[in-house]
């Protein structure tokens, strides 16, 4: 059926190591976007994908779109102790009916 | 000022009661969300409202009934509270002149901690 499954549910790094968070679809999407919510927080829009092979990068983020549309990955190089939270994806099908994927946690020690 | 907002920020009552959680966004967005939070973070949307017209109804008790007065204001009503429905309850609004689909950013709000006892 339509839903993204995110991988890993849990990384803990140590700053200054790099994260990479995974989403997987079975059926081509539409778009794909990514939340973070900060611990205690509401989740945040950070960016949306729409193009086959996409790459987008903010800063230290680096976000692809796969050829196929249907999968997609958050890298951030060199994390820091304010990259700590919950990755969402979302991922969009027919442009009518979407889903969050479980979330990556991420644990940045200092 | 805050673009989405929601009351109250922490809710704590009785199993079998009825309470209702309200959110404002002064954005001019076509369409509200309610999205549930469990314990372990998954993020479950409930119901979509594009223009106060029902377009997303997941899955979910009859007991959560959603009321839109205005395309501004998407309110929560949960009937007969029990304890699985304690969780974080986040709304949600996003321009989307199509449909309520999901195409474009969505803007949270602080989230409503509910606490069934």
């Known amino acids: 059926g339509q839903q993204v499954m995110q991988i890993p549910q849990y990384q803990h790094v140590q700053e200054g190591e790099d994260f990479t968070t995974y989403c997987n679809s079975s059926?081509?999407?539409?778009?794909i976007q990514w939340y973070k919510q900060r611990p205690g927080g509401h989740p945040v829009f950070l960016i949306q994908l729409v193009k086959s092979g996409e790459v987008k990068k903010q800063k230290r983020l680096t976000f692809q779109f796969g050829e196929a549309k249907k999968n997609s990955s958050l890298h951030i190089t060199a994390t820091q102790t304010t990259d700590v939270g919950t990755y969402f994806c979302a991922g969009l099908y027919n442009f009518n009916k979407f889903y969050f994927g479980s979330g990556t946690k991420l644990n940045v020690k200092p | 000022d805050t673009a989405v907002s929601q009351t109250p920020k922490y809710l704590v009552t009785q199993m079998g009661n009825d309470k209702s959680i309200k959110c404002e966004q002064n954005?001019?967005?076509?369409?509200m969300y309610w999205y549930k939070q469990d314990s372990k973070k998954f993020l479950k949307i409930m119901f979509s409202?594009?223009?106060?017209?029902?377009?997303i109804n997941e899955t979910v008790p009859n007991r959560f009934s959603p009321k839109s007065p205005d395309k501004a204001h998407l309110n929560l009503h949960i009937n007969s509270l029990e304890l699985g429905d304690s969780a974080v309850y986040f709304c949600a609004s996003s321009q989307d002149g199509i449909r309520g689909a999901g195409t474009d950013t969505q803007y949270f709000g602080p989230g409503t901690r509910l606490t069934v006892l």
């Open positions: 409202y594009n223009n106060k017209e029902l377009i």
């Open positions: 954005l001019g967005h076509d369409t």
């Open positions: 059926t081509t999407l539409s778009n």
